[in-house]
Each structure stands twice: as C-alpha cells, then as structure tokens.
C-alpha cells in the first residue's frame, strides 16, 4: 500500500474522499503506522496488539499519544475500553486544534481547508438536508414567555443540570485569529468536560464562573450554541461570525444548512423603538438595520433567534417569540 493510501482511506471515512487536503492533514498528525491503528478502529488495545504484533502496554503507549493528539477516543462499556476514530470532521478539526503541541503547519492546513474545501461540504449538507450539526440556543432573558424554554434550549440550565463543567479556547478563534473576542470561552459539559480535563486541553470550573463565562460571552456579541439534538449535550460554544467554522456559514443560502436557528424569532415593537442602533450593531447576522429616519428594519427571515439585540434593547422593543414547535429540535 503507497504511504497516503491509508491517509485517503482515512479521509474518506471523514466522507472527504475527494479532499485534497484531508490527507496531508492526517499525515501532519500521524505517522504511517500510526495511520493504520487508526484505520482499524474501532477496536480495543487487545485486539490491536494482537493485529500489529505488539504487547497490549506498547498498544496501550500508542493509543495514548493518539488520545493526546486528539484523533483517537474512547467508549467504557461494561468496563471494556474500546476505541475508535473521529465521528466527522468538525471533531476531527476540534481536538486536533486543541492538541498543544500541534505544529503550525497542521493549523496552517486547517485554515486553507476552512477557506477552499469547507464551504463546498456544507453545501452539501444544505442541499440534501441533513440535520444541522449546531444549533443556536436563545438567550432565556430575551424570550417573551420565559417559562416556555426547554431545558436543553437554556444554556444555565444546562449548565446547571452537568455532571462537570470545563471551558477550553474557542478553537476557530484560535485557529482564524480574525477578532479580539474572548479565547476561553467553549463550555464543555457532561462527556465533554471529562474528555478535555483528562487531554489536558480543559480546566475544570464550577457554575459560577460558568455563568460569568456566560455573561461576558454575550457582552462581547457571541453567539451560545449547542449540539443540535434534544439529547444530552456536550458543549456550548460561544463563537463569531468571523471566525466560526459554523457561524460563520449560516447567512449564505448555499451552507446554511450546518446551523438550525433556535425556535424563536425577534419581535420588534416599534412603539417602543428609539433607533439608538444598539440591535443593529450586536445582531451576528445583520437582521436588523437602520433606515433613513431612524427606521428600524428587522428581516425576520434571516434571525437565528439568539437574542443578542433585545438583551441589550434599553426600552424592551425587541422580544425573541416562539415561532417552531418543540419537535424542531431532533430527538
């Protein structure tokens, strides 16, 4: 088998069969060798060892550093550790960029691929309609009627409901460097937090600071999201349009479909309005705009349904109104 077979191989089962970059990316983050553990997944370290003719601690060494680079992960079942390969690519991108000892040829391959290969798979993803890998979750204070939150669509809640909590740098910020918003400011919870802490990646934190991560998340204008299910998430990121890897694609027509907008949607009362411009400013999307005169335009079309303009309306003009059923959040 040629060297970058098995870094195709590898690339396909990302679904990036056709990359040109996806395998030099593997081949940035593992040797060969290390390439071909990877490909056999998933497995536990036994049946690896016995596959490449190693004992189960040399297996053991390998997994780890491959756990450490962040392209190998593990399931406990039963007390039986087995591990397996990147689901997609967004995590593949994820833990690869939080890996600390990343050379920055490897950063340098993942920016190239944002800007050239990216947009083309979220067209994809829009075209034929899979499920949005992210969603946004609403801002609680904004919403109308606040009882009317979901506990998985309430970022405190979820926060207050986690088995542990860690925060990490926003990985697309790291990697893009287009703003000066805040770095540390990924919440992952649940799995998530487990899986950074023990990477080194994460520091673990209490929900106080959680919630002051929170707050200055939603000052500096960034958008929480979360993993688009109903389930039991692991992460709530708070991220720009800039620089985020699915943010950043959610106003084009042809990508839009990676990222599901929250069940509300602005509601501005004009009666209350004084054109101060501060929702113009703050909105991620540019849903809303001032007209000549002072006129207040809101395209309700193009909300995510954050809530970032009415959490910082002074008079209250503008309210986040349930417009989607509960059934919009896939089970």
């Avoid at 370290?45 to 550093?65: C, I, N, W, Y």
């Avoid at 829009?126 to 204070?141: A, C, H, L, N, Y």
Wanted: glycine letters at 6%.
């Amino acid at each position: 088998m040629d060297r970058m077979d098995v870094y195709r191989e590898l690339s396909k089962k990302l679904l990036m069969e056709h990359s040109k970059l996806m395998p030099k990316i593997w081949e940035t983050v593992c040797s060969p060798d290390e390439a071909a553990v990877i490909n056999a997944l998933p497995a536990t370290a036994e049946e690896l060892a016995g596959r490449f003719g190693k004992t189960e601690e040399e297996m053991l060494a390998v997994l780890d550093s491959l756990f450490h680079k962040g392209v190998v992960f593990e399931a406990v079942r039963n007390g039986v550790t087995t591990y397996r390969m990147p689901r997609h690519v967004i995590q593949f991108h994820d833990a690869t960029i939080l890996w600390k000892e990343a050379p920055q040829a490897l950063m340098d391959l993942w920016v190239e691929f944002t800007e050239t290969e990216y947009p083309g798979l979220l067209e994809l993803v829009t075209q034929i309609k899979m499920p949005s890998f992210m969603r946004v979750i609403p801002i609680g204070e904004s919403i109308a009627v606040k009882n009317q939150v979901l506990a998985h669509e309430d970022a405190l809640k979820m926060l207050e409901s986690a088995n542990s909590i860690a925060v990490t740098d926003c990985v697309c910020r790291k990697l893009m460097k287009k703003c000066d918003a805040p770095l540390q400011v990924c919440l992952q919870i649940n799995r998530g937090a487990e899986y950074n802490i023990r990477r080194g990646t994460g520091r673990r934190i209490d929900i106080s600071e959680a919630r002051e991560i929170l707050e200055r998340s939603r000052k500096a204008g960034l958008v929480p999201m979360t993993e688009n299910t109903t389930g039991r998430s692991n992460v709530i990121c708070n991220c720009c349009t800039c620089c985020c890897v699915v943010l950043g694609y959610a106003t084009d027509e042809k990508t839009k479909g990676v990222l599901a907008p929250s069940r509300y949607q602005a509601h501005l009362d004009r009666e209350s309005c004084t054109s101060c411009g501060l929702c113009e400013d703050i909105c991620p999307v540019n849903a809303v705009s001032t007209g000549p005169g002072d006129d207040v335009s809101l395209r309700t079309e193009a909300c995510i349904g954050c809530g970032l303009c009415a959490s910082v309306c002074p008079t209250g003009a503008i309210t986040l109104i349930e417009i989607r059923p509960a059934e919009f959040i896939p089970a």
